[in-house]
């Protein structure tokens, strides 16, 4: 069972638009989402992560929402770049239990930005 | 500073065999997990050390899986008999920790692609 639904499996964006990822959960035990990036070849990477007590969080040209109440999260791109064009993960992860700090990931989303 | 490194990158392997693959942490990083990637899937929690807790199991797809940490040090993962359903990318990840509020940020190595042939 996916804990963690993401869409859309794939996205194509031109250089300059705005690319948008979307994520819903359904555990409420989740506190922290964070987002990953991948490049072929690579392992993935942390782009930006929230907590549940916010409802937005902008790092440069990335910026996560948070909808407790619907249990989604997006991340938005803007002025997306080429060399953004990577695979995107959501995650989530919980916050007591044996299970505590292991991440439960969407299935990703292949970006990629046309120039 | 190194980041989490992972060895082999790349092992082909006939099915039946058994296999061995190591994950060497960030230094001081007392939690380590091992994912498996499938390709074109998302990642698929294995297993997870923290400290010298019993590691959390839940995630292993058979008892043909099994993986050790020596203290919060390198961590072996094996498949044995393995099978052409084995074939992926087995990722490592370490972070600090997760105790309170602390950043649970997990750090990747690059993975380890496995093919049964």
């Known amino acids: 069972q996916q804990q963690v639904k993401q869409s859309p499996q794939s996205l194509i964006v031109q250089k300059g638009g705005i690319s948008i990822i979307n994520c819903a959960y359904e555990n409420t035990a989740f506190d922290y989402f964070p987002w990953y990036q991948q490049f072929p070849g690579k392992g993935p990477a942390l782009l930006i992560a929230i907590r549940p007590d916010v409802s937005e969080k902008k790092e440069g040209r990335f910026t996560i929402s948070f909808n407790k109440s619907a249990k989604q999260f997006s991340l938005h791109i803007m002025d997306s770049q080429p060399g953004d064009s990577a695979t995107y993960f959501c995650a989530a992860s919980i916050k007591w239990g044996s299970t505590l700090g292991r991440l439960y990931f969407g299935r990703g989303t292949q970006l990629t930005v046309w120039p | 500073g190194a980041g989490v490194s992972q060895s082999p990158s790349n092992k082909v392997t006939e099915k039946g065999k058994d296999v061995e693959l190591r994950c060497d942490p960030i230094s001081g990083h007392t939690a380590l997990y091992w994912y498996r990637q499938r390709l074109g899937q998302g990642l698929e929690f294995l297993i997870y050390?923290?400290?010298?807790?019993?590691?959390?199991k839940s995630g292993l797809p058979s008892d043909r899986f099994s993986a050790e940490r020596t203290g919060e040090s390198v961590s072996t993962l094996t498949i044995q008999r393995t099978q052409q359903e084995d074939s992926a990318v087995y990722l490592c990840a370490s972070s600090p920790g997760t105790s309170g509020r602390a950043s649970n940020e997990q750090f990747f190595g690059p993975g380890t692609r496995l093919t049964v042939l």
């Open positions: 050390f923290q400290g010298n807790s019993a590691p959390d």
